[in-house]
């Protein structure tokens, strides 16, 4: 967190959302940063394709390093889950010893641990490029418990052999359950792994399902037509579905279902955060309709 306007500003929408923050403050000089980054998206429309554009200079997230927190402090209260993803791993040489620090915290607790690969070219093309990418990420996943990660995250953020990623997708749970037991092959300490099944027809109209797999057991969602507003955070919202299923005692097909309601109603809104309240998340994972609620 940085001590200027922005980051006040962000501060506030952490507290509205009713997360309890442990920040790490820099000073920003006035004039460079450090900086809050700032990732701006072109949502697209139709024919026309969406657009991330990163504005990541002097980020005071890649500036963090082992030794910032205070893992035994934030983790007093008790830690059930802990959970990180390839995009911090991304930003500096220490931001992935951050997440490997507070992974080991967390499992000496008993925490399950999850990690979301979602690898993103942009980023590791300027911090080493695929090769540094499957090292540090490979690095990471060794010691994870829950994997999330699509097709080309698995095969580009891992280097685990599958199909052509440039393909159309036809929404084939096989190929995917093929592609973990690639993984679990490498990496006998995952016991989960789940992800999102998506094609895309227009920018706007997707077809989406979701995976699980849980020590050998394999779930399928129901696939369903999205009309989308902005796509960003489907996946993020489909991992928080699955993740809470799974923590707050749910079967794995409830999790796997709330995971796939929840990223779909996610492309609903503008931006990449939830607006959805649980209810509607469980009443879509039960098959509800979009008729008006009077």
């Known amino acids: 967190m940085v001590h ?38 072109d949502r697209g429309q139709g024919v026309r394709a969406p657009v991330v554009f990163y504005n990541r200079a002097n980020e005071a997230g890649a500036l963090l390093k082992p030794g910032d927190f205070d893992w035994a402090t934030i983790c007093a209260g008790g830690v059930r889950w802990f959970h990180s993803g390839g995009i911090f791993a991304a930003l500096s040489e220490t931001t992935s010893e951050v997440i490997l620090e507070g992974m080991r915290a967390a499992k000496s607790l008993g925490a399950v641990i999850s990690f979301d690969l979602n690898y993103r070219a942009k980023l590791w093309a300027s911090a080493g490029g695929l090769e540094r990418g499957q090292q540090v990420l490979r690095r ?76 050998g057991e394999r779930f399928v969602s129901p696939t369903c037509h999205l009309d989308v507003i902005d796509r960003i955070g489907g996946g993020d919202g489909f991992a928080a579905g699955v993740i809470y299923g799974l923590i707050s005692g749910r ?44």
Request: net charge negative; hydrophobic share 40%; aromatic share 8%.
């Open 4 to 41: 200027y306007g922005i980051g006040e500003l962000v501060q506030t929408r952490v507290r509205e959302t009713g997360v309890t923050p442990f920040y790490k403050f820099f000073e920003h000089d006035g004039v460079r940063g450090p900086n809050i980054a700032t990732v701006y998206s």
């Open 140 to 215: 990471i996943v060794s010691n994870v418990d829950a994997l999330i990660g699509n097709e080309e995250d698995l095969q580009k953020g891992l280097g685990i052999a599958g199909p052509e990623v440039t393909s159309r997708s036809k929404l084939d749970p096989d190929t995917f359950f093929g592609m973990i037991d690639r993984v679990v092959e490498q990496f006998p300490n995952i016991k989960v792994v789940a992800t999102t099944l998506r094609e895309v027809h227009s920018t706007n109209r997707h077809d989406w399902a979701a995976v699980l797999w849980l020590d």
């Open 251 to 294: 079967t794995p097909e409830e999790a796997l279902r709330l995971g796939w309601a929840h990223g779909a109603l996610l492309t609903t809104y503008h931006g990449d955060v939830t607006m959805a309240r649980l209810e509607e998340v469980e009443a879509l994972a039960r098959g509800g309709s979009a008729r008006v609620q009077r």
